[in-house]
């Protein structure tokens, strides 16, 4: 057992071993011919017909680019053929290895889907269209175009894992053969390399392609830096050669007298993980400790303790450095021991010990699927494979609740996060989450009815805010409540993409839901002022539907149900709808009713002739809500401003901002009025002067108690301490007269010398 070069060698079954290029082609008929020899070398796994098959893909690739040429020069296909090669290596079944040849065919040279399902089947087809961007669609942005061919790719991944694999393959050639292209376009391709494609191959345990991207995305991002580190690091590695040669000598000798077989070899971090690790923790090149390391694979699970006890034997274990991800495995299927050891001459190594089957896992992620299945007969990319199943799964259901293609990528860039922690359910099940989460992370992770529905949380056993972030280790438990839903301002410490988007999708769909009921009833009421009701919505109603058809197709809408949302959301107004409505009833002779005239007009004011009052009991959601600045509460004088987009938010009848708003726009002006007996307290704003003194503010706080109402958040002033103090109060009351027993009250306190209620 030699040690092996420091050149970041990995210890790989003869299939992922690297192989030589494809050699560039010269557009003879035997270069090309031998491009493919090179080709159907790897093919040795695949049976005659599928060898047949995609020699048949490779020469309708080859015609498709005739002609066509990379920035380097080189004949376009060498790429395709470069592509197929490292699919070959995970050893994909044909239809991969065809649609690898042919990825760039529908894209670049004008081949249509059906052309393809017609000479090389529906998979292979799948496959290719599910690897093409939407450049042939218009984009009012070229960030929206490139989000949405993300969310295409990322959906075809979910459903066939093989899509991702050869996109993979491609952005890796791509990176390796970025030299002749503009520096702009190098740039912009390895930015979006770091932040996309690197991500995706580390989720999915693709580590051999997770660090050349990034290193190779460094490399062009960076140049400089990467070159001084590269620099630096062939320096340091000429240094330490006696270090490393010492220790790989005494671990041969100590595992030797332990008579276990194991095979060692030498692993060097990447420039860029070296890089991010100065980034980090803010030092220099010379206080990264671990830069080289050893890896230690053994023949069975078992044998990975024991090769540990070897090693802690022979030398000291660095305190709160060991990981055992053998038995909690990374989020992306990886598993090893890691351990951290100092050196006879007190430098710190880090080994790690895995199994070979774990050592392919931790190299080839999911790709190890295809290279150590026993079964190869139908090897489909949607099989029961555990590795990144999960992710791919929630992919699926941000999806579903996600219409817009940069949320749904900013979405998935929050999942992408590497690190990780484990956390266990109440029966011990074991849940990997992103660093950060939260516990409304956690209940969406375990079931979305369980988040939705989620009101408090204990962590070993302890209960504890929804928004305490999560620690490895912790037993979580969520208490959930029939009746309890999302609140929006968790969106403000969620950290998955699953949550976020569960939890906004539940709030649209509860906003759209109260403004089509506010539509309903603003349209109701304007169309009573008109002397009529609302036509049927009965299905077997056949006048009734074809009278909202017509009003519809007048308005620009789609349906019933979104003209209805577009009224309580203010972008159309009822008064307008109701007068086309009424119209429509006459042309077909249907007359104003004198009584349900007199019931649309009674108790209207002035300025709304056309519509009663909308009631406010405190019950209402996100289609009405009280204005911030005037915070009226039952009681006061109040008005509606049907805001564009925005449903109906109300002011105090005397508020300075309402009465701009009315200047501005006077028909979204309607009358509203309280409820007898609303069902809630409501907020508004107090502002106390006190004498500083000991125990005053407990004095104010005593006096709110006293008269049953509540202190929602307090504001003070940020001078130095005087005489006097001037306090904010938001305080919870029932109405104006509540709120004028809690101002007396006030006044009588001690401290306070004056208190009385804010308006803007």
């Not at 081949?111 to 292979?124: S, Y």
Request: glycine fraction near 6%.
């Amino acid at each position: 057992m030699g040690i092996r070069s420091f050149a970041a060698e990995l210890l790989l079954p003869a299939a992922l071993q690297p192989r030589p290029r494809p050699a560039a082609l010269d557009g003879t008929p035997r270069a090309e011919a031998a491009s493919f020899a090179a080709l159907a070398e790897r093919l040795g796994y695949l049976s005659k017909a599928d060898v047949k098959l995609i020699r048949e893909a490779y020469k309708f690739a080859d015609e498709a680019h005739l002609g066509q040429f990379r920035a380097s020069g080189e004949p376009y296909i060498t790429h395709p053929l470069a592509v197929a090669g490292m699919v070959a290596d995970w050893h994909l079944d044909a239809q991969a290895v065809m649609a690898a040849l042919m990825h760039d065919a529908m894209e670049d040279c004008g081949v249509t889907k059906p052309e393809l399902i017609e000479r090389f089947g529906a998979p292979t087809a799948e496959l290719v269209d599910g690897l093409t961007k939407l450049d042939k669609l218009q984009f009012s942005t070229r960030e929206e175009g490139q989000a949405e061919s993300f969310r295409k790719m990322l959906l075809a991944m979910a459903r066939d894992v093989r899509v991702i694999l050869v996109k993979l393959a491609d952005r890796l050639h791509n990176m390796r053969t970025m030299a002749a292209m503009q520096p702009d376009k190098r740039q912009r391709i390895a930015r979006e390399t770091l932040d996309i494609y690197a991500p995706i191959a580390h989720r999915l345990g693709l580590n051999q392609i997770y660090r050349e991207l990034q290193e190779l995305s460094f490399e062009h991002l960076y140049p400089w830096r990467h070159a001084a580190l590269a620099k630096a690091v062939k320096r340091s590695r000429g240094y330490r050669r006696d270090i490393v040669e010492r220790v790989q000598r005494e671990v041969e000798q100590a595992f030797s007298r332990s008579r276990m077989r194991v095979q060692i070899s030498g692993r060097e971090k990447t420039v860029f993980s070296i890089y991010r690790k100065m980034r980090e923790k803010h030092s220099g090149f010379a206080q990264v400790s671990d830069i080289f390391g050893f890896r230690i694979v053994v023949p069975a699970l078992s044998d990975c303790y024991l090769a540990l006890g070897v090693l802690h034997q022979l030398y000291k274990p660095v305190p709160g450095r060991f990981k055992d991800y053998v038995a909690i495995p990374k989020a992306n299927g990886y598993q090893s021991l890691h351990t951290t050891l100092v050196s006879p001459l007190g430098t710190a190594v880090e080994f790690q010990i895995r199994t070979e089957q774990m050592h392919a896992v931790a190299e080839s992620g999911i790709a190890a699927h295809w290279l150590y299945k026993n079964d190869r007969r139908g090897s489909k990319g949607d099989e029961s494979n555990p590795l990144g199943a999960m992710w791919m799964q929630s992919l699926l259901d941000i999806q579903g609740e996600t219409r817009d293609a940069a949320e749904f990528l900013e979405h998935v860039k929050i999942d992408l996060v590497p690190e990780a922690v484990y956390v266990f359910t109440p029966k011990s099940k074991i849940l990997a989450l992103p660093r950060g989460a939260t516990a409304v992370d956690f209940a969406y992770a375990i079931h979305s009815d369980v988040g939705d529905h989620c009101v408090a949380a204990k962590v070993n056993g302890e209960p504890v805010a929804l928004r305490t972030e999560l620690k490895s280790g912790d037993v979580v438990e969520v208490i959930t409540a029939p009746g309890a839903h999302p609140n929006p301002a968790w969106l403000n410490f969620v950290r998955t993409g699953r949550a976020r988007s569960k939890i906004r999708h539940f709030l649209k769909t509860m906003e759209l839901e109260e403004s089509r009921a506010l539509g309903e009833k603003l349209l109701a009421q304007a169309l009573r002022a008109e002397g009529h009701t609302l036509p049927s919505t009965d299905p077997t109603d056949t006048d009734a539907q074809a009278l909202w058809q017509q009003l519809t197709r007048w308005s620009g809408n789609r349906g019933r149900g979104e003209l209805l949302t577009d009224i309580g959301l203010g972008r159309k107004i009822a008064t307008i709808v109701a007068k086309r409505l009424a119209q429509l009833l006459a042309e077909k002779g249907v007359r104003p009713d004198a009584v349900t005239l007199t019931l649309g007009r009674y108790g209207a004011d002035d300025t709304t002739p056309a519509q009663g009052a909308v009631t406010i009991d405190g019950s209402e959601g996100a289609s009405i809500q009280l204005a911030s600045c005037c915070r009226p509460i039952p009681g006061d004088a109040i008005v509606g401003y049907l805001g564009r987009g925005e449903g109906l938010l109300v002011h105090t009848a005397d508020c300075h901002n309402g009465k701009r708003l009315k200047e501005r726009d006077p028909e979204r002006w309607m009358h509203v009025e309280w409820a007898e007996q609303p069902t809630r307290a409501f907020e508004t704003l107090v502002q106390v002067l006190v004498r500083n003194g000991k125990g005053a503010l407990a004095q104010v706080a005593s006096a709110v108690s006293a008269v049953e109402a509540d202190i929602t958040h307090i504001d003070m002033d940020n001078q130095p301490a005087t005489d006097a103090a001037e306090l904010r109060l938001t305080v919870s009351v029932r109405d104006r007269l509540h709120l004028a027993d809690l101002l007396r009250t006030l006044k009588r306190s001690p401290p306070v010398m004056r208190a009385q209620r804010v308006k803007p």
